[in-house]
């Protein structure tokens, strides 16, 4: 049995009694041979016998530090180990740059003076060291022609890793080579996920209670691997404090990141197995696993994203239209909505120019099938009427990227949805509102006529019988005639206005109340505007909603009322609330019934056409009572409304005329 020897400097020999007993104890191959100053160390290994030095710091004739340096210029293989009573940041970094494989203090682990009897955790921790740097010695050294061969034989598992096609097959591959050519019998990988690294696979000779899921934000030596992306092998574990309690059983570990994906680990039983050929061979290895599965992971996303394209494209109700961009737009494929709105097999058009196959009605003067390329950057679809499988129809065409990620897409898609049943309403509510203005023109004419005819004659009798004569029923006829002519203007403006606005414009709150205000002949009211809003809303029919509430608050209040018109504190839109006797609740529920009035005097149609027009902009008209007492309309609106200003107050005097 060949011996190991030890060299132990230091001048105390209890020192040295105590760590030889320890050395000895497991391992019955090491001699420990003492030197009590430098220089006598020197002599010592200089004739080459010597495997181990393990030295104080604090020598008579000199330092350590200083020592194990000279040594390990002249004998590269000796093992150095600083063992000291004089530990301090200072001396462990004159220590790591003197290049010695272990520094440790005598006090490890104790709470003694820097004097004071060292630890058996420093002895542990010295016999490991010493332990580990005689096995590494022993170690077989690998040739260049044998690393150059299991790199030869890398790039062959790298064929196999290519040709993978799930992830789980790769890491098997990678657990086989790393037993077979590196010759590391006990590996695991372990995949980041939710926050941890979890083993995906192991080899035939991994304990299994050696292996277990670890947070990646721990102190686990495979966490900090995995979040420094920096490679990690140490040669005894045991003097490593910190690694994971289920590897303080193997003597030494190599753990090496897969990119971001993960770690890859080899334990082994023995002490300093791994060295840093081994580190550079399993980071080989490593970089090929992770472009292997970066490559599965990048084809699985293409096939999820491909897919949900053609489940999107086959089944979304409208017609689809995918085109290829290069020179004249050509179809790639359509869907079947696509094929039986435009009635033609789906198959038969690939690669035709769109324009063959869409065409425009002749009555549309040409108009082009297909916005153009140019609108995929625009946000507004296209509208175009088309040649379908029944006849003329109306879309809306959105053009899209197939990749919205890329600056020029070479593909896009083209949406064509069906609008045709809102356009043939707009154009039967268009027809009807005609029709309902002619039928309301042609009414009003033959009302009107008779009773111009009866005003003229009431004229002529009211002159006949001269001023001095008793005229009341005359003048109740007249009254009468007056309200027939009120009743036929109402009519007129219900039947007119309609349900449904063309083209609102933003419109100022308190310049469209403005408007109306002066078109009525109110001389004793007054109109207050408590605030601003921008309103999106038709200009004459607005009018028309106040002309009506101003009337209203006159009419069926008092002749001197004062309105008030803003907008509403609690959300968008507006009120017109006045200071007269108010409007009953129990009455509030019918005062929009056409023919709903309270006097003889009334048309019953003002509020009506109040909430017509308010119906027609989608909003809402309320009643309530307002903070004076009298009648308070609101009118939440439908699309908000921007304020103008905060507080910009308006007054309308009663005017001097009558």
């Given at each position: 049995?060949?011996?190991?020897v030890?060299?132990?400097?230091?001048?105390?020999?209890?020192?040295?009694?105590?760590?030889?007993?320890?050395l000895?104890?497991?391992?019955?191959?090491v001699?420990?041979?003492?030197?009590?100053?430098?220089?006598?160390?020197?002599?010592?290994v200089?004739?080459?016998?010597v495997?181990?030095?393990?030295?104080?710091?604090?020598?008579?004739?000199?330092?350590g530090?200083?020592?194990?340096?000279?040594?390990?210029?002249?004998?590269?293989?000796?093992?150095?180990?600083?063992?000291?009573?004089?530990?301090?940041?200072?001396?462990?970094?004159?220590?790591?740059?003197a290049?010695?494989?272990?520094?440790?203090?005598k006090?490890?682990?104790?709470?003694?003076a820097?004097?004071?009897?060292?630890?058996?955790?420093?002895?542990?921790?010295?016999?490991?060291?010493?332990?580990?740097?005689?096995?590494?010695?022993?170690r077989?050294?690998?040739?260049p022609?044998?690393?150059?061969?299991?790199?030869?034989?890398?790039?062959?598992?790298?064929?196999?890793?290519e040709?993978?096609?799930?992830?789980?097959?790769?890491?098997?591959?990678?657990?086989?080579?790393?037993?077979?050519v590196?010759e590391?019998d006990?590996?695991?990988i372990?995949?980041?996920?939710?926050?941890?690294l979890?083993?995906?696979?192991?080899?035939?000779?991994?304990?299994?209670e050696?292996?277990?899921?670890?947070?990646?934000?721990?102190?686990?030596?495979?966490?900090?691997?995995?979040?420094?992306?920096?490679?990690?092998?140490?040669?005894d574990?045991?003097?490593?404090?910190?690694?994971?309690?289920?590897q303080?059983t193997?003597?030494?570990?190599?753990?090496?990141p897969i990119?971001?994906?993960?770690?890859?680990?080899?334990?082994?039983?023995?002490v300093?197995?791994?060295?840093?050929?081994?580190?550079?061979l399993?980071?080989?290895?490593m970089q090929?696993?992770?472009e292997?599965v970066?490559?599965?992971r990048?084809?699985?996303?293409?096939?999820?994203?491909?897919?949900?394209?053609?489940?999107?494209?086959?089944?979304?109700?409208?017609?689809v239209?995918?085109?290829?961009?290069a020179?004249?737009?050509?179809?790639?494929?359509?869907?079947?909505?696509?094929?039986?709105?435009?009635d033609?097999?789906?198959?038969?058009?690939?690669?035709?120019?769109?324009?063959?196959v869409?065409?425009?009605?002749?009555?549309?003067?040409?108009?082009?099938?297909f916005?153009?390329i140019e609108?995929?950057d625009?946000?507004?679809?296209?509208?175009?009427?088309?040649?379908?499988?029944?006849?003329?129809?109306?879309?809306?065409?959105?053009?899209?990227?197939?990749?919205?990620?890329?600056?020029?897409?070479?593909?896009?898609?083209?949406?064509?949805?069906?609008?045709t049943?809102?356009?043939?309403?707009?154009?039967?509510?268009?027809?009807?509102?005609?029709?309902?203005?002619?039928?309301?023109?042609?009414v009003?004419?033959?009302?009107?006529?008779?009773?111009?005819?009866?005003?003229?004659?009431?004229q002529?009798?009211?002159?006949?019988?001269?001023?001095?004569?008793?005229?009341?029923?005359?003048?109740?006829?007249?009254?009468?005639?007056?309200?027939?002519?009120?009743?036929?203007?109402?009519?007129?403006?219900?039947?007119?206005?309609?349900?449904?606005?063309?083209?609102?414009?933003?419109?100022?709150?308190?310049?469209?109340?403005?408007?109306?205000?002066?078109?009525?002949?109110?001389?004793?009211?007054?109109?207050?505007?408590?605030?601003?809003?921008?309103?999106?809303?038709?200009?004459?029919?607005?009018?028309?909603l106040?002309?009506?509430?101003?009337?209203?608050?006159?009419?069926?209040?008092?002749?001197?009322?004062?309105?008030r018109?803003?907008?509403?504190d609690?959300?968008?839109?507006?009120?017109?609330?006045?200071?007269?006797?108010?409007?009953?609740e129990?009455?509030?529920?019918?005062?929009f019934?056409?023919?709903?009035?309270?006097t003889?005097?009334?048309?019953?149609?003002?509020l009506?056409?109040?909430?017509?027009?308010?119906?027609?902009?989608?909003?809402?008209?309320?009643?309530?009572?307002?903070?004076h007492?009298?009648?308070?309309?609101?009118?939440?609106?439908?699309?908000g409304?921007?304020?103008?200003?905060t507080?910009h107050?308006?007054?309308?005097?009663?005017?001097?005329?009558d």
């Amino acid at each position: 049995m060949s011996t190991h020897v030890v060299l132990v400097v230091d001048a105390n020999t209890e020192v040295v009694d105590d760590l030889a007993t320890r050395l000895t104890a497991t391992d019955q191959s090491v001699v420990v041979r003492s030197a009590a100053t430098a220089t006598a160390a020197e002599e010592a290994v200089a004739d080459g016998s010597v495997d181990c030095i393990v030295s104080e710091h604090g020598l008579e004739d000199g330092d350590g530090v200083e020592l194990l340096c000279r040594l390990g210029g002249g004998y590269p293989d000796l093992t150095r180990v600083l063992f000291t009573d004089a530990g301090s940041e200072a001396v462990a970094s004159d220590a790591i740059d003197a290049g010695v494989d272990a520094y440790v203090p005598k006090q490890l682990g104790g709470a003694g003076a820097v004097d004071s009897p060292a630890t058996m955790a420093a002895y542990d921790r010295v016999a490991s060291a010493v332990e580990a740097g005689l096995d590494a010695a022993g170690r077989p050294t690998v040739t260049p022609e044998e690393t150059a061969a299991k790199i030869d034989t890398l790039h062959d598992v790298a064929m196999d890793l290519e040709s993978c096609t799930v992830e789980a097959d790769i890491y098997q591959v990678a657990v086989d080579a790393a037993d077979m050519v590196l010759e590391f019998d006990m590996s695991n990988i372990d995949i980041v996920e939710d926050g941890r690294l979890k083993p995906v696979q192991t080899s035939a000779e991994m304990p299994k209670e050696g292996v277990e899921s670890v947070p990646l934000d721990g102190e686990s030596v495979a966490a900090r691997v995995a979040r420094t992306g920096e490679a990690m092998y140490t040669e005894d574990l045991r003097q490593v404090l910190d690694a994971d309690p289920t590897q303080m059983t193997y003597r030494s570990g190599l753990t090496v990141p897969i990119s971001d994906i993960g770690v890859f680990q080899a334990i082994s039983e023995e002490v300093a197995a791994f060295d840093q050929a081994d580190v550079d061979l399993a980071e080989t290895l490593m970089q090929h696993v992770a472009e292997s599965v970066k490559r599965i992971r990048f084809q699985r996303t293409l096939r999820e994203e491909r897919d949900r394209f053609a489940a999107l494209f086959e089944n979304v109700p409208d017609p689809v239209v995918r085109l290829r961009t290069a020179g004249t737009p050509t179809i790639a494929a359509v869907n079947e909505a696509f094929a039986g709105t435009f009635d033609f097999d789906a198959g038969s058009v690939v690669g035709r120019p769109l324009e063959t196959v869409l065409t425009a009605p002749e009555t549309a003067g040409g108009v082009s099938v297909f916005p153009g390329i140019e609108a995929a950057d625009n946000t507004a679809p296209t509208e175009l009427r088309l040649v379908a499988a029944d006849g003329p129809r109306d879309f809306l065409v959105h053009v899209v990227p197939v990749d919205l990620t890329a600056s020029e897409s070479d593909e896009v898609y083209g949406f064509y949805a069906d609008i045709t049943p809102t356009k043939e309403r707009k154009r039967e509510l268009a027809r009807q509102n005609e029709r309902l203005d002619e039928f309301a023109s042609i009414v009003s004419h033959d009302l009107r006529n008779p009773l111009n005819i009866a005003e003229g004659h009431l004229q002529l009798a009211t002159d006949r019988i001269g001023p001095d004569e008793d005229l009341d029923d005359l003048d109740e006829v007249e009254r009468a005639h007056g309200r027939m002519r009120d009743l036929i203007e109402n009519l007129l403006s219900l039947a007119r206005s309609g349900s449904v606005v063309q083209e609102p414009d933003e419109l100022s709150l308190t310049a469209t109340a403005g408007q109306a205000w002066s078109s009525v002949h109110l001389p004793n009211a007054r109109l207050e505007t408590t605030g601003d809003v921008r309103l999106r809303a038709d200009r004459d029919r607005l009018v028309d909603l106040f002309v009506n509430l101003f009337r209203n608050a006159v009419d069926h209040g008092r002749p001197d009322a004062t309105v008030r018109v803003g907008p509403l504190d609690d959300r968008a839109g507006f009120y017109v609330a006045d200071d007269g006797p108010g409007i009953p609740e129990a009455a509030r529920d019918e005062v929009f019934d056409s023919g709903y009035t309270t006097t003889d005097e009334g048309t019953g149609f003002g509020l009506a056409i109040v909430h017509q027009v308010a119906t027609a902009h989608d909003w809402t008209a309320t009643v309530t009572e307002s903070e004076h007492g009298g009648a308070r309309f609101e009118f939440p609106t439908a699309d908000g409304s921007e304020p103008l200003a905060t507080e910009h107050a308006m007054s309308v005097e009663p005017s001097d005329e009558d």
